[in-house]
């Protein structure tokens, strides 16, 4: 069965959460967490986030909101498997990302997770259609080395698919563009595309793969708010379609109403500077 179906196999009362976090621990300890890691710089040592319950259901959309040193991007860090939790479980759908290794975790990450960030993170010396495409490069590359068998997709014949470059893939990409409007675009190299556009190139990029889940930490962050609200726009119109799980960190609270989750890092709990997740509902009580 491939990861997919697991992660949509129901008892016809519950679906499997697309995010499960139980008493998790994570503290920064200036090591080995905070050398080389996405988020970690600025993160003093001794920081700790503590999450007792996190749950974000399949095809969900919630927001991820908190002052900066709250821990926003650690807790993202921490669902795609960019980071392991000192303690605790982390599941993505069945799948218990904090008991594999790291290069399944990063196969994971390639064929199951879109990631959109702030900063785009193109590359420079591809043109926009070929940084859509990445993530079939960097498969094909890593040719999903070390990834167990039953965390791979499989054809009908039970052969290995795998995120392989296709004619169908390279008509989807370039449906995926001409959607959000940039289709006429793709030959350009990022440094010849504004800020918008670069972001709606990181955002097909992260779609491609026709991911479970969409994680953007501050997507809109370097955008004017007229192209912010478009490319929000296409961002929830794409994850619709495709029926994706959408989690963005945001600091604009104006955004809230379009989502039916809140993960409110600003209160805290305890001592030494643990950060309690609280979700809710949009229809409940957010602080």
Do not use: W
Not at 167 to 195: F, Y
């Amino acid at each position: 069965m491939s990861v997919a179906s697991q992660i949509q196999e129901t008892d016809s009362e519950h679906l499997v959460p697309m995010v499960h976090l139980r008493h998790v621990e994570f503290e920064y300890d200036g090591g080995r967490h905070a050398q080389g890691v996405a988020g970690a710089v600025g993160v003093s040592a001794g920081f700790r986030l503590s999450i007792e319950n996190l749950v974000v259901e399949q095809g969900g959309r919630a927001a991820c909101i908190g002052a900066s040193g709250t821990g926003k991007t650690t807790l993202v860090n921490l669902i795609a498997g960019i980071l392991v939790p000192d303690a605790g479980t982390v599941y993505l759908g069945p799948i218990e990302m904090s008991e594999l290794s790291d290069e399944q975790r990063r196969s994971i990450r390639v064929s199951m997770i879109g990631m959109v960030f702030q900063e785009f993170e193109l590359l420079e010396y591809l043109s926009a259609g070929d940084n859509i495409l990445l993530p079939y490069y960097i498969a094909s590359a890593r040719a999903r080395a070390g990834i167990p068998r039953k965390y791979r997709g499989e054809t009908p014949d039970g052969g290995p698919a795998g995120l392989l470059l296709t004619t169908e893939v390279r008509r989807r990409a370039a449906r995926l563009a001409d959607e959000m409007r940039i289709g006429h675009l793709l030959k350009r190299k990022p440094s010849r595309l504004s800020q918008g556009e670069r972001q709606r190139v990181a955002i097909c990029r992260a779609l491609v793969v026709e991911p479970q889940l969409v994680i953007c930490d501050e997507p809109t962050g370097n955008l004017d708010p007229d192209t912010a609200r478009i490319t929000l726009d296409m961002l929830f119109d794409q994850a619709d379609r495709s029926g994706a799980t959408l989690l963005m960190v945001t600091h604009n609270h104006g955004y809230l109403e379009r989502f039916n989750q809140t993960i409110d890092m600003a209160e805290l709990a305890g001592d030494m500077g643990t950060e309690r997740v609280i979700a809710a509902d949009r229809e409940g009580d957010v602080s």
